[in-house]
Structure formats: C-alpha cells, structure tokens
C-alpha cells in the first residue's frame, strides 16, 4: 500500500517552475509519508504533477512510482493491490505487451493505454489510481468498487492559474497545498453530530473536499470534469438452489481469500476467535502449510478486562477462549497484544489525525495501537472485516422495523442532548440525516418478486454496504496506513459481495441461525465451538479507569475557555452527563459506542476543531 497525491491545471506550466513544485510535493507527502515509509517519488509536468509514498509489498526492487511508459506520455501513481493480476497481464501479453517489473503498477499502465480508461471495469481489487495522459492532457482518477482505498479531491481557485483540481489519499495532504484551508460549516456539523462517525460517501465534512465515489473514475482536462460509474451494487434474481448457493459461497470466499496472499512479504492475520477472522486464518494457515510456513497471528484485547467484562446482549462473551481454541486447531505462530486504558485514551487524538476527522472512538483509537505493534512483526495482514455487513450479521438484519432510520442510528436524540439550544436549532439535525437517509434509499433497486420482508432486508444490506462498511473500511485503511501496515479485506472482495448480496434471506438466515451461510461455507475450516459461535464485535473495555480518564478528559476540555467546542455544547448538560453512571447497553451508533464513547466523541470533536483551526 501506498500514500497518492497530486494536481492539474490545463493552463498551468509546472515544469517551468519546478523547484516551487519539488517544494510543493514535498510538503504534501510528508503528511501522508506514514502509509509508505519506505521510499517515495515525483513527477513535475507542465500541466500535472503526481507524487508517491511506498510501502514495498510486490515487486520490492522494481515497483518505484510514479511510473511512466517507454513512450513518456502516460504517468501513473497507485495505492492498492490487484488481486486478478496475473489474468490482466496474460491478456496484455496476447495483445504485444511487455513488462519489464513484476509489479501490479505497470499492469495498470499497459492496462489504460491498451483499453482506455474502461480497463477499471475488469480489475479486481482495492485501489486509488491516478494516471495522467500526457498526450490529451487529461487526469484520470480511479477508486475500487468497495472504496476499500481512500481519494480525496478539491477544487482551488485563485488568479493565477484558475482552478487547479488537487487529489491525495487523505485530506491532510491537500491542505498542505498552498492557499487551500480547512473549513468547516453547517453540513459539516450535521455530518459530524448527525451521522458521524460515518459520513455520507462522496462527501470529506470539510466545505469543498470530496471523494471519488467507490465504482467510480473521474476524468479531468481542458472541458471540465466528468465522472463516471463503471459499477454500482445491482438487485438481480436468485435461481440457484441452497446447495449451489453454499457451493459457489464457498467458492468465492475462499479464492478470495487464497488470491489476496499474494504478497512478496510475509503475511499475517488478525484473530478474534470470531467465525469471520477465524475462516480468513484457517484459509491462510492452510494455504501457508502447502509451502511449510506457519501463519503469524494476532489477537487484541484491554489490560485486566477478564476482571471487569460484563457479558450483554451485543457483547455475549470474551474472546479469550476461542483465541485459545483457534490458537491450537491452526498452530498458528501467535501473539496476544493488549492495550492498556491509558494508551486507548491517549490516541483518541492521534486517531482524529489519522482520518482528519472524528472516529468510533476508542474502537479506532485501540486498533491504530494494536496495528503500531503488529507492524513490527509484519507489512501485510489479513482481516475478518465486512462479513456482518455481506451477511446480514447485525441485529438490525434480524429485527426490520420498518422505520425510515439508519438502522445503527435509530435515535438522534443521544446526540443532540449535550448541544446547545441555538447550535441545534441552527443545525435542522433531523432534516439533514432524513434528507441523507431518503438520498441513499432511492439508490435501491427493488425486484419485483421482492416481498415486503425481503425488500425491507434488500434495503437494510444496501445501507450497510454504504454507509456502515464504508465507515469500518475507513477505519481500517487509517488504522493501518497510519503506522505503515497494510490491511486487507477478502471478505469484501467485490465478487463475493455482488454474489450475496442477492442471495434471499431464507438462504442467508436459513433456520434463523445468524450468518448461516458463511457458517456452511465455513464447515471443514473450524472446530465446531467456533463454527456456532454467538456473534460479538470487536472487543472494548469495561475498567471503569477508562471512564474515569475520559471524565477527567472532557472535563478539562470544558472548562477551559477556549476550547473550540464551547461552540456546540451545553456545559451544564456536559457536567450533568460526566457525573452520571453510563449506560452501555444501549449504543448511540452501531453496537459499541454507548456512554463513555459519546465522552471519547466529544473529546475527538474537540481535538478536531483545535487541529485543524
């Protein structure tokens, strides 16, 4: 994986002023040198310049960017890996392409001079591209179907040059361009406040920074900017049986999973002792045994939390044991990390600089530690993220309400008591998040054979696939990229999640077992004590030390007159909800984030606006 950045401007000349340029470049890519410390790069054109940070994965030697053709007229910069590699480079082979590297980047150079900016439609993947035709002047953007890879972009105005339209891999990078500030306004408080920490796709919170849609190229140049959907997430009729569906689930699981080990480093997996991380590690383990190599992996969980944990309806049981179980059914070469309160609630800041905007709190401020750690031992892991989401294994899959809400925000009323009065009624909360719910749900195509039960849970997948997936992939990609790990996500993989998604629920859910189908498609790859087990979400930690550090956070924060969030809240109704014992049965997003996460919000809220002025 690597860091992207880069901009065009048709009436520009860049190259008759390229030490300014040199300048320029270097200044983006320092912010953004964690997600490829190993070596970096640039290209100063006349009308375009690209600069590359590199974590070396696939062709260690032989894979520097950017990358341009013998001919010079195509240039390209890349963030990702290609997981059908070797089926694009047999194809260019056939048509008179030859490669002088090994690696994924050249594929996609010869791939876009072969077939034009289409090729996107046949790569599978998860990936940011930029790649500039030097011949026609014209930049072209590319992101995965999943937007498992993150792509920033803006438009800057000033005298000189007009607009100049400036892309990078996060948002960091393009306010270190010169003249283009951070701003906020009132969408983005409705964003952070109404639906944070997700954030509608296509949008970056910040006034005037947007994203390349996943499914989606831009093409820039002299006429403008033009975008186009090479694949969206289509309703199509099922007609294989319960037994074809297990066959071909377990088909396209596992090759996902075989084909996203390619690796020039050795790998390692993330292990819960959950059915999704478990399946990845046991595929891994047994992939890895064929050329007699032990898998490496990794588990996390908090200092002393076995003293503290309280089984309840989201959180059923520690994972402790099936780590243990998973441990002995793979002889998997094993470490057991924990965070302890103190570091968790230390990195809640560095986790808002790690996405440049609030996140899921302690969930990602524990995750950037644990991935710190990992990245010690290896570049490249493999997770279990995205199977609640292609599966169905939330309880809001289970319980269709019928209500017009997103189902892991089912009440705005949490997050609207500790603001003040005039900040809400500024806001208009409820119009902004109704207005964005209704934007996505039009995107659903119903079937016609679709009962009112199976639309519902049509329309509840879409959503998760959206919104929530996209929210857990940021978090992923952040987490990891901050400390130079890159995390990959077969469970995603985009053929898997087309075949699936259109799967009927009785086939999903059959017999009301929760995820059912993975759990078929999983039979011969774990002990059954696993196969079966309840679902529980990535563990959090119930010392109450935690909470306490939190109180003392907010506090501080609070009473000091020039924190930056005296803007939005009421300090009486904060000093009232720190002092009260928090409920954490009952989340305010998703299954983790209850009472003391709203204290760990308001804190990376804080940080937020004080970072970035």
């Given at each position: 994986?690597?860091?992207?950045?880069?901009?065009?401007?048709?009436?520009?000349?860049?190259?008759?002023?390229?030490?300014?340029?040199?300048?320029?470049?270097?200044?983006?890519?320092?912010?953004?040198?964690h997600?490829?410390?190993?070596?970096?790069?640039?290209?100063i054109?006349?009308?375009?310049?690209?600069?590359?940070?590199?974590?070396?994965?696939?062709?260690?030697?032989?894979?520097?960017?950017?990358?341009?053709?013998?001919s010079?007229?195509?240039?390209?910069v890349?963030?990702g890996e290609?997981?059908?590699?070797?089926?694009?480079?047999?194809?260019?082979?056939?048509?008179?392409?030859?490669?002088?590297?090994?690696?994924?980047?050249e594929?996609?150079?010869?791939?876009?001079?072969?077939?034009?900016?289409?090729?996107?439609s046949?790569v599978?993947?998860?990936?940011?591209?930029?790649?500039?035709?030097?011949?026609?002047e014209?930049?072209?953007?590319?992101?995965?179907?999943?937007?498992?890879?993150?792509?920033?972009?803006?438009y800057f105005?000033?005298?000189?040059?007009?607009d100049?339209l400036?892309?990078?891999?996060?948002?960091?990078?393009?306010?270190?361009?010169p003249?283009?500030?951070?701003?906020?306004?009132?969408?983005?408080?409705?964003?952070?406040?109404?639906?944070?920490?997700?954030?509608?796709?296509?949008?970056?919170?910040?006034?005037?920074?947007?994203?390349?849609?996943p499914?989606?190229?831009?093409?820039?140049?002299?006429?403008?900017?033009?975008?186009?959907?090479?694949?969206r997430?289509?309703?199509?009729?099922?007609?294989?049986s319960?037994?074809?569906?297990?066959?071909?689930?377990?088909?396209?699981?596992?090759?996902?999973?075989?084909?996203?080990?390619?690796?020039?480093v050795?790998?390692?997996?993330?292990?819960?002792?959950?059915?999704?991380?478990?399946?990845v590690?046991?595929?891994?383990?047994?992939?890895?045994?064929?050329?007699?190599?032990?898998?490496?992996?990794?588990?996390f969980?908090?200092?002393?939390?076995?003293?503290?944990?309280?089984?309840?309806?989201?959180?059923?049981?520690?994972?402790?044991?099936?780590?243990?179980?998973?441990?002995?059914?793979?002889?998997?070469?094993?470490?057991?990390?924990?965070?302890?309160?103190?570091?968790q609630?230390?990195?809640?800041?560095?986790?808002?600089?790690?996405?440049?905007l609030?996140t899921?709190?302690?969930?990602?401020?524990?995750?950037?530690?644990?991935?710190?750690?990992?990245?010690d031992?290896?570049?490249?892991?493999?997770?279990?993220?995205?199977?609640?989401?292609?599966?169905?294994?939330?309880?809001?899959f289970h319980?269709?309400?019928?209500?017009?809400?997103?189902?892991?925000?089912?009440?705005?009323?949490?997050r609207?008591?500790?603001?003040?009065?005039?900040?809400?009624?500024?806001?208009?909360?409820?119009?902004y998040?109704?207005?964005?719910?209704?934007?996505?749900?039009?995107?659903?195509?119903?079937?016609?054979?679709?009962?009112?039960?199976?639309?519902?849970?049509?329309?509840?997948?879409y959503?998760?696939?959206?919104?929530?997936?996209?929210?857990?992939?940021?978090?992923?990609?952040?987490?990891?990229?901050?400390?130079?790990?890159?995390?990959?996500?077969?469970?995603?993989?985009i053929?898997?999640?087309?075949?699936?998604f259109?799967?009927?629920?009785?086939?999903?859910?059959?017999?009301?077992?929760v995820?059912n189908?993975?759990?078929?498609?999983?039979?011969?790859?774990?002990?059954?004590?696993?196969?079966?087990?309840?679902?529980?979400?990535?563990?959090?930690?119930?010392?109450?030390?935690?909470?306490?550090?939190?109180?003392?956070?907010?506090?501080?924060?609070?009473?000091?007159?020039?924190?930056?969030?005296?803007?939005?809240?009421?300090k009486?109704?904060?000093?009232?909800?720190?002092?009260?014992?928090?409920?954490?049965?009952?989340?305010?997003?998703?299954?983790?984030?209850?009472?003391?996460?709203?204290?760990?919000?308001?804190?990376?809220?804080?940080?937020?606006?004080?970072?970035?002025?």
């Open positions: 994986m690597c860091g992207i950045l880069g901009y065009y401007n048709h009436n520009a000349d860049f190259s008759s002023d390229s030490l300014r340029q040199k300048n320029v470049l270097e200044k983006m890519s320092q912010t953004i040198k997600r490829g410390p190993d070596e970096d790069g640039m290209y054109g006349e009308k375009c310049c690209f600069s590359h940070t590199r974590l070396s994965i696939i062709d260690l030697e032989n894979g520097q960017q950017p990358m341009t053709d013998k010079g007229n195509y240039i390209i890349f963030n290609i997981y059908n590699l070797k089926e694009l480079k047999d194809n260019l082979v056939l048509c008179g392409h030859s490669f002088v590297t090994t690696s994924d980047t594929v996609l150079l010869h791939s876009f001079m072969e077939y034009g900016a289409d090729f996107i046949e599978n993947g998860i990936f940011a591209i930029g790649i500039y035709d030097r011949r026609h014209s930049l072209y953007l590319f992101r995965d179907q999943m937007g498992v890879k993150p792509l920033y972009y803006t105005k000033d005298t000189v040059n007009k100049t400036i892309f990078a891999s996060e948002m960091k990078a393009i306010f270190e361009f003249g283009v500030k951070p701003v906020i306004n009132r969408e983005s408080f409705c964003e952070v406040f109404g639906l944070g920490p997700a954030k509608t796709y296509g949008k970056g919170v910040f006034a005037g920074i947007n994203e390349v849609l499914g989606q190229y831009l093409c820039i140049n002299k006429y403008g900017i033009h975008a186009v959907t090479y694949w997430l289509m309703s199509k009729p099922h007609y294989d319960y037994e074809e569906t297990i066959e071909k689930t377990t088909f396209l699981v596992t090759d996902a999973i075989k084909r996203q080990m390619v690796s020039d050795p790998i390692c997996t993330f292990l819960s002792g959950g059915l999704d991380s478990s399946l590690s046991s595929v891994c383990a047994s992939e890895l045994s064929k050329e007699g190599k032990t898998l490496d992996t990794f588990s969980d908090f200092t002393d939390n076995s003293r503290y944990f309280t089984p309840n309806s989201f959180q059923p049981s520690e994972d402790r044991p099936y780590v243990d179980e998973m441990v002995r059914y793979l002889n998997s070469n094993h470490r057991y990390l924990e965070c302890s309160t103190k570091k609630a230390e990195l809640l800041l560095d986790s808002v600089v790690s996405r440049d609030p899921m709190a302690d969930v990602d401020s524990s995750l950037l530690y644990f991935c710190s750690v990992v990245k031992y290896n570049k490249v892991v493999l997770t279990g993220e995205c199977a609640d989401e292609v599966f169905g294994g939330y309880p809001w319980k269709v309400t019928g209500k017009d809400v997103f189902p892991w925000v089912s009440d705005l009323a949490p609207k008591e500790l603001l003040n009065d005039e900040f809400l009624s500024w806001l208009r909360l409820d119009e998040v109704s207005e964005t719910y209704d934007a996505s749900v039009r995107e659903i195509n119903i079937l016609p054979e679709d009962d009112e039960v199976e639309a519902g849970r049509r329309k509840i997948s959503l998760n696939l959206r919104w929530f997936m996209q929210t857990l992939l940021d978090r992923m990609d952040r987490t990891s990229m901050f400390n130079g790990l890159e995390a990959r996500v077969p469970l995603a993989d053929n898997l999640v087309e075949y699936v259109n799967v009927p629920w009785s086939m999903k859910a059959k017999d009301g077992v995820k189908l993975l759990r078929k498609a999983a039979e011969g790859y774990l002990p059954d004590k696993v196969l079966y087990r309840r679902k529980s979400p990535y563990p959090k930690t119930y010392n109450p030390e935690y909470e306490n550090l939190l109180a003392e956070m907010l506090k501080e924060i609070i009473n000091d007159t020039s924190s930056p969030i005296h803007f939005c809240i009421d009486k109704k904060v000093e009232k909800f720190i002092e009260n014992p928090k409920d954490y049965g009952k989340p305010w997003y998703g299954q983790l984030m209850a009472g003391p996460q709203m204290m760990a919000y308001l804190i990376q809220v804080n940080h937020w606006l004080t970072v970035y002025r």
